[in-house]
């Protein structure tokens, strides 16, 4: 099978169970934003992989299973309305993610500002991905009452993980947060 097919080339492309729409279509433009989430969260951890600190091996392991569901996520997006979803989530999917900020964000110094995104390679990544994973749901929430409730509560609490992921990276390689009047955390 080749990569390419050439039915992409007048702007259109297929959702599951093959209807045409615009490349533009706000489906394709949500889906396509969980796809952008899922290549940020790869990149992210591509910086961890040179590391060594307790906990790496349970960040890669919990975003594993993350960049899968976001495929799941990325398939509902893609299904048109009335049709059967091929890969769902499940309510346990959002309570595996409220475990972990739980876990990670006890070991974090509190907040008391807000904090400028960056810190290590991995850390910044993350925060990247958060930001895109809060687009993916702005893009989720504009196609409206089509969406499954389950999509848009996990990539609210998708992007509330990437942002303490990116805390505690940043706290477990040393990284300085620095808030908005300069000061470091």
């Avoid at 951890?45 to 996520?73: A, D, M, P, R, W």
């Amino acid at each position: 099978m080749k990569i390419y097919t050439k039915t992409g080339d007048r702007g259109t492309t297929s959702l599951i169970y093959g209807q045409r729409v615009a490349k533009n279509d706000l489906r394709v433009e949500a889906y396509g934003t969980c796809d952008e989430t899922n290549s940020m969260i790869g990149l992210a951890l591509s910086h961890l992989h040179k590391e060594n600190f307790q906990g790496k091996e349970i960040i890669e392991n919990v975003y594993h299973k993350i960049q899968t569901n976001l495929f799941h996520v990325g398939a509902e997006l893609a299904t048109p309305k009335g049709k059967d979803v091929k890969w769902s989530l499940a309510a346990l999917d959002i309570e595996e993610l409220e475990k972990q900020i739980d876990d990670w964000d006890t070991t974090l110094p509190g907040l008391t500002n807000f904090i400028l995104p960056g810190g290590h390679p991995a850390g910044a990544a993350f925060h990247v991905a958060r930001t895109i994973a809060r687009r993916a749901e702005r893009c989720a929430v504009t196609l409206g009452e089509d969406v499954n409730p389950l999509v848009l509560a996990y990539l609210n609490r998708l992007s509330d993980l990437l942002f303490v992921t990116a805390r505690y990276v940043n706290h477990q390689l040393g990284a300085n947060e620095q808030t908005l009047h300069g000061k470091s955390l």
